[in-house]
């Protein structure tokens, strides 16, 4: 399915769009590598140039070109966006809720301050379009628990939470004022087998299937009733591409969509593996993730998206299970 809208973005944009270049910023990480490869896939190798603070993701090397970049440094970064010919830019450097809890200066600085240099940079060359990822972590203990609104009381508890939300609030703000196409989700925990998450809440989700399929044990670090709204990155990358596809004037929100794919708690994931893997067992012993993950909601009303775009998911719970362990055994 991901592969039949690759083919259709490619014959739309073959057909009416001038040529675009694209920069990846942040495209060694868990949903860099990913959607620098599907980028590729529509607008060609040549076109799409991934860059990143670290060395390239192994799983990048040989498909397109590569080059060393730091967001926060604003000059380089613009030479880049002049050198390149860039007309579009995804800016997915930034630092996790769990990682930015025990660094908040840190996380605060490169989510803020990263944001702003493209923002500007975008201005400055008038950019086509740019896109930067929101985070359920906008949300807090006094949004509600159960299909959270897109509007909606918001009061996040974490570094990062703060960080998205006054991001998203930046992204308006340069719509509105300088007319820059910036569009954003707001993702909630992505699973993915390619390249390992980057310090976030919802990281279990991932390391239970490596620990599942390797020592047929996994101990969680959240309690066993936790639900968190997740999605399988086939679905976020799907869902970047067709909200950067969709007319402009299909685009509502300019803060960020809420879009949602499953929720689950630590024990129906476990439940679900132990269909594939008998032997698997489950143990529990919380840490402070566990309050970053009570402040978060435990399902999202994503109607909007849905209406204005055609959002929809492709995976459930199982599908997502059986896919994320047999590509993991290849
Ligand atoms: P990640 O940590 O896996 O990747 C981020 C990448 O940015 C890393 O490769 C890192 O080296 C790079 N980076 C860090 N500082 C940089 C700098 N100064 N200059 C250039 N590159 C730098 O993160 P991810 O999971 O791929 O997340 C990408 C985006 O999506 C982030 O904005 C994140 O907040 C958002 N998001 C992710 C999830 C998720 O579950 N993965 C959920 C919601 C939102
Ligand atoms: N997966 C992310 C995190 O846990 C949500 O933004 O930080």
Known sequence: MLER?????????????PKQ??????????????????????????????????????????????????????EMLHVQVIRQNITQIYLLAAILSATGEKNPNLAWHLNMQGLLNVL???????????YWPSSIAVFGPTSPKV?????????????????????????????????????????????????APGGGTTDYAVEIFHEAKEEKKYECFL????YLPMMYMPDAIKATIELMEAPASKITTRTSY??????FSPKEIAAEIKK?????????????????????????????ARNDWGWKEEYNLSTMVKDMLDNISK
């Open 5 to 17: 809208i690759l083919q259709i973005c490619l014959l739309k944009i073959e057909i009416i769009m």
């Open 21 to 74: 270049r694209i920069l990846v910023i942040g495209a060694s990480g868990q949903i860099g590598v990913e959607l620098t490869l599907a980028l590729r896939k529509i607008y060609g190798n040549n076109n799409v140039i991934a860059s990143d603070l670290r060395e390239q993701n192994p799983l990048l090397e040989g498909s397109g070109p590569y080059v060393s970049l730091d967001v926060m440094n604003k």
């Open 120 to 130: 500007d940079i975008a201005r400055e060359e008038n950019l086509h379009k740019v």
């Open 147 to 195: 299909n959270c609104p897109q509007q909606t009381i918001i009061e996040p508890i974490t570094v990062y939470g703060i960080s998205k939300y006054a991001g998203e609030f930046w992204c308006n703000y340069y719509h509105q004022r300088f007319g820059i196409d910036v569009r954003s989700l707001r993702y909630p925990g992505l699973i993915s087998y390619k390249s």
């Open 223 to 226: 309690k066993e009733d936790t």
């Open 258 to 263: 809420n879009i949602s794919g499953m929720s």
């Open 276 to 304: 594939h893997i008998p032997e698997f067992e489950i143990s529990y012993k919380d840490d402070y993730r566990q309050s970053i993950a009570n402040s978060w909601p435990q399902s999202i009303d994503d109607t909007i």
